[in-house]
């Protein structure tokens, strides 16, 4: 029972860290990027390719993953998604349907379609179990939710307390009158941009060994992203945190205890949600 | 008064062109009758792609799991077929009538809310359809799909033959019908008030056109139109599977409609046509990896504007 939950919530912060940067873009700009999920798929490869290939250590190799992940988010953001900003949200959908086919095709040209596995350190093999086993912690679980943990106080310190964070949040309210105060938008926009892919790729690289990693990953796990975001809303940071961490729980417990209805219940329960309050779960207010 | 009626009335007549085109589309079969299978697919997909139309192109409600519709249909006509009543004109009628009844049960989701819960609940409707359909295997075949449907003639006179002809009149006819139909409603009042939620809901609502009552009319118009394609195509290939419910089917079927327009009724058949024949030519080329290019065109077209697409004359032109 504890152990469910422990592994929901890792699976959740998981989740949570893959799916902040689409929600800061989709709040920021108006943006739906269906994509998202191929730069944690190119963190994913970065860290498999690093350490088969390169002979790389796990650690450093996750740093690259988010370097890459963020660069390509920068790359891409400069050349193609900034002209998509003022389009209809149908144009966008498609562009981003569109850039993630290239991508899956892509990985599956260049690395091939086979689940990649990933060597742990031994460092972080292993389990601990608590309380005559009512809680058993795996030490990369533990891992993962003390890494994202701190994350997630990180980009709440940065959005809360820095000047960068106080343009982005002014941004995000109102991009017009932010832009009339002299703030530039773009910029703010392209370094969030870059800071969302990162640790999209980042959260691909640590969630490889848990979630998989094969070339359909960003179509498998978008629905994933999305639900965090459309059930936590895009106006704060706690709203999609809580609900990447329901989200874990409900599909940890739900495939444990009634495996033969698999990811129907979380599916059903965003719909009902959604029904119930469209613009989220934790949205202020409504707009 | 006049003249806006004449002039509303003016775009309804049909063209000589569309006469020509759907003389040519019903004697095709007998024109190419080793393609017979590939012009029914190829019909049934435009049937889907202008129910899409009904509800992206003339409400403007951004959809991403119409495939959802098409699934329901399409497993309400194999199952129907295999324990009611072979009879396919019966059976055709069920699904329709069930999936309309699923998309009146859908609708309220599709009322509220921003862009993105749109898409999330019509994508989440057909994920859960398809979770039903993969995890209940005794009824539905699970993953290895529903076999064993065994079709009876059409109106007890035409049996479906292997070559397709059978299927693909039976397609191209129930088409041609649906097609009428709709070009009837779009150009009635009901289709202009359509038009003016999805250019203004604020508007719209304001002139005292009823928007929700309308819009769950429409959509569950929409899911009875997709569900009765997804029924043809159970019926003409005697099989349904789980892909019906994919995402790659309802994003496809996205793309038909942007290449061939929304908002028009030719739209639907002109985009699956040549996504069909663009689908068949480069998986000639690279069978596996055809995803790439479809993507690349997808992101090219998004960047240049796609309603540059179908007006050349434009192509020289910054937007």
Redesign the interface.
Known sequence: MLTLLFDGVAYGMLLFVLAIGLSITLGLMNFINLAHGAFAMAGGYTLVLLMQKAGWPFLPSVLMAFAVSALLGLLLEVTLYRRMYQKPHLDQVLFSIGLTFMAVAAVDYFVGSTQQLVQLPEFLKGRTELWDGALGMGHYRLAIILVCALLAMGLQWLLVHTRFGAQLRASVDDRRVAAGMGINVNTIFMATFAVGSGLAGLGGALGAEVLGLDPIFPLKFMIYFLIVVAVGGTSSLTGPLLAALLLGIADVAGKYYVPKLGAFIVYTLMVLILMWRPQGLFSRGNT | MSAVSDSLRSRAGARWWEFAIWLLLLVLPLLLPKHSLLISEITIIALFAMSLDLV?GYSGI?S?GHAAFFGAGAYTAALFAKHINPDPLTGLVFATALTAVLGLVCS??IL??????R???T???A??LQ??A??MDQITGGADGLQGVVMGPVLGYFEFDLMGQTAAWYALAITLLVFLMLRKLVHSPFGFSLKAIRDNRLRAQAIGIPVHARLITVYTLAAAIAGLAGGMQAQTTSFASLDVFG?DRS?DV??ML?IGGTGWLWGGIIGAVVFKTLHSMVSALTP?????W??????L???V??EKLLRPWTWGRRS
């Open positions: 992206l951004v991403l309220p989701g509220r809310g921003s862009d993105l819960t898409l999330m609940v994508l989440g409707i994920l859960i979770e039903l993969n995890k995402f994003a996205l793309l942007v596996q990896y055809w995803t790439f479809i993507g690349l065109f997808l992101v077209l998004m960047l504007g796609r």
